[in-house]
Nanobody, 117 residues
Framework: EVQLVESGGGLVQPGGSLRLSCAAS????????LSWVRQAPGKGLEWVSV????????NYADSVKGRFTISRDNAKDTLSLQMNSLKPEDTAVYYC??????????WGKGTLVTVSS
């Protein structure tokens, strides 16, 4: 059974940092591209960042570029998102998702990040 379990969310002040983790199981982790997707309260889903299997290329939404860094540890089957210089508009539930081709076939349950003073 494929499972994606996020952790690391919480309350942080503006300008602070958090590191999210996604523990994967039930599939060969290194063979799949993975993304972080978020949903702010009352808003739609927003793709945040992707890390592909092809040369480990990364890409980021303009809203987080230069502040967030995605990485993966294939030995530990873990995807991470280092978030720095957090802003109130980064407040959201963050989901780890697995890509199948151009689509997404599995989602985690999410972890809540709240940026507030």
């Amino acid at each position: 059974e494929v499972q994606l379990v996020e952790s690391g969310g919480g309350l942080v002040q503006p300008g602070g940092s958090l590191r999210l983790s996604c523990a994967a199981s039930g599939f060969t982790f290194s063979l799949y591209g993975l993304s972080w997707v978020r949903q702010a309260p009352g808003k739609g889903l927003e793709w945040v960042s992707v890390l592909t299997t092809a040369n480990g290329r990364t890409n980021y939404a303009d809203s987080v570029k230069g502040r967030f860094t995605i990485s993966r540890d294939n030995a530990k089957d873990t995807l991470s998102l280092q978030m720095n210089s957090l802003k109130p508009e980064d407040t959201a539930v963050y989901y780890c998702v697995r890509h199948q081709g151009l689509g997404v076939d599995y989602w985690g349950k999410g972890t809540l990040v709240t940026v507030s003073s």
